[in-house]
Nanobody, 129 residues
C-alpha cells in the first residue's frame, strides 16, 4: 500500500555523519510504523531503528544507540535516519521499510524484517577508517 525509496547514502570517513531519507508514497503513511534495516555483503539483514506511526516511540539496536536517530515528518511522508559518529562496521546497504501490520509498537515486532511488508531499494553507506 505504501512505497518507500531511500536516499542519502555515500562514502564517508569514520566519525562523519550522514542523514538518510526515506520518501514514502501513500496517503496512509502516517499510520505505519517505519523501520531502518541494513545488510552487509554476505550477511543477514539486521534491524537498525524503528519509529512508531506518530514518531513518538523509537527503538534502536544496541550498536547504534546514542549515535543514530530515527525521525519522521508525516506531513512530508518522509522518515529519516541521522547517523553520527559513523564507524566502519556501519558499512552496509540501508533499507527503509514500512511495517506490514499496524499493531502495537513493540520491540519484538518492529525489529523483525519479516514483519515489514514494503521495502525500498536500499542506499549504500560506506564508512572508511
Amino acid at each position: 500500500q505504501v512505497r518507500v525509496a531511500e536516499s542519502g547514502g555515500g562514502l564517508v570517513q569514520a566519525g562523519d555523519s550522514l542523514r538518510l531519507s526515506c520518501a514514502a508514497s501513500g496517503r496512509t503513511f502516517s499510520g505505519y510504523a517505519m523501520g531502518w534495516f541494513r545488510q552487509a555483503p554476505g550477511k543477514e539483514r539486521e534491524f537498525v531503528a524503528a519509529c512508531s506511526s506518530s514518531g513518538g516511540g523509537t527503538y534502536y539496536t544496541d550498536s547504534v544507540k546514542g549515535r543514530f536517530t530515527i525521525s519522521r515528518d508525516n506531513a512530508r511522508n518522509t522518515v529519516y535516519l541521522e547517523m553520527n559518529s559513523l564507524k566502519p562496521e556501519d558499512t552496509a546497504v540501508y533499507y527503509c521499510a514500512a511495517q506490514k501490520y499496524k499493531g502495537p509498537f513493540v520491540y519484538a515486532v518492529v525489529t523483525k524484517p519479516t514483519n515489514f511488508g514494503s521495502w525500498g531499494q536500499g542506499t549504500q553507506v560506506t564508512v572508511s577508517s
